[in-house]
C-alpha cells in the first residue's frame, strides 16, 4: 500500500504568518491534488500538480511538486484567519487509486 | 447545481442492525467512492466503482458492501455494524481515476 505522510500534523499561528506544510511519500505520483476541509464538511480540491517541479499559485497560496513526483508542498503568505481548516494532500499512481495523507491540521489566530 | 448528496448525515444504530448510506451525484460522473475519515488515520477508502457493475475493494473493505447499479447512485451497505464502524463517512466522485474528486458533506455514524 502506497503512503502518504504530512508534516506537521498541526499548526497554529498567528494572523499574517507565513507557513508551509509538506506531503512526502517513497512512491512516484502521477498526479497529487490537495485538498482543504472544513469541520462538518467534506474536502475541496485546492489544486492538482501533475509535472515534476511544477509550481501552482492561488492567490496567497503556492503549492510545488517535486522534481521525482514523490512530494509536494504548500506555502500560505500572510495567513488569514479564513486559512483555518485541515489541509489534505492525494496522490493517484498509474490507475491505481486515491491515496490520501493524514492531513495538516491549521488554526490561524487573528 | 453539481453536487454529492448523502443521506443521512447523522445516524445513531445499535450493533448488528443492518443500515445503508446513500450516496448520488448529478455530474455523470464514472467513478465513485467510500472513505470513512477517524482521527489521526486520514481518509481511508473503503470501496471504489469505476462504472456501473464495476465495484473494487479499496483499503478497508472489511464488513461493507457497496453496489453500483445505476451511474449517479452508490449505496453503503453495513450488513452488521460493529461500534468499531462508528466513523465519519464519505462518498466522493470524478469523472475518472485521474481527476480530482468531489466529496459528499459526509455521514457521521455511532454504532452503539
Known amino acids: 500500500t502506497q503512503l502518504l505522510e504530512q508534516s506537521p500534523q498541526f499548526l497554529s499561528i498567528q494572523e499574517g504568518e507565513n507557513l508551509t506544510v509538506y506531503c512526502n511519500s517513497s512512491s512516484v505520483f502521477s498526479s497529487l491534488q490537495w485538498y482543504r476541509q472544513e469541520p462538518g464538511e467534506g474536502p475541496v480540491l485546492l489544486v492538482t500538480?501533475?509535472?515534476?517541479?511544477e509550481v501552482k499559485k492561488l492567490k496567497r497560496l503556492t503549492f510545488q511538486f517535486g522534481d521525482a513526483r514523490k512530494d509536494s508542498s504548500l506555502h500560505i503568505t500572510a495567513a488569514q484567519p479564513g486559512d483555518t481548516g485541515l489541509y489534505l494532500c492525494?496522490?493517484?499512481?498509474?490507475?491505481?487509486?486515491?491515496?490520501f495523507g493524514p492531513g495538516t491540521r491549521l488554526s490561524v489566530l487573528p | 447545481e453539481a453536487q454529492v448528496t448523502q443521506n443521512p448525515r447523522y445516524l445513531i444504530t445499535v450493533t448488528g442492525k443492518k443500515l445503508t448510506v446513500t450516496c448520488s451525484q448529478n455530474m455523470n460522473h464514472e467513478y465513485m467512492s467510500w472513505y470513512r475519515q477517524d482521527p489521526g488515520l486520514g481518509l481511508r477508502q473503503i470501496y471504489y466503482s469505476m462504472n456501473v457493475e464495476v465495484t473494487d475493494k479499496g483499503d478497508v473493505p472489511e464488513g461493507y458492501k457497496v453496489s453500483r447499479k445505476e451511474k449517479r447512485n452508490f449505496p453503503l451497505i453495513l450488513e452488521s455494524p460493529s461500534p468499531n464502524q462508528t466513523s465519519l463517512y464519505f462518498c466522493?466522485?470524478?469523472?475518472?481515476?485521474?481527476?480530482?474528486?468531489?466529496f459528499g458533506p459526509g455521514t457521521r455514524l455511532l454504532v452503539l
Open positions: 466522493a466522485s470524478s469523472p475518472s481515476i485521474t481527476t480530482f474528486q468531489y
Open positions: 492525494a496522490g493517484v499512481s498509474d490507475g491505481q487509486n486515491f491515496v
Open positions: 500538480v501533475v509535472t515534476g517541479g
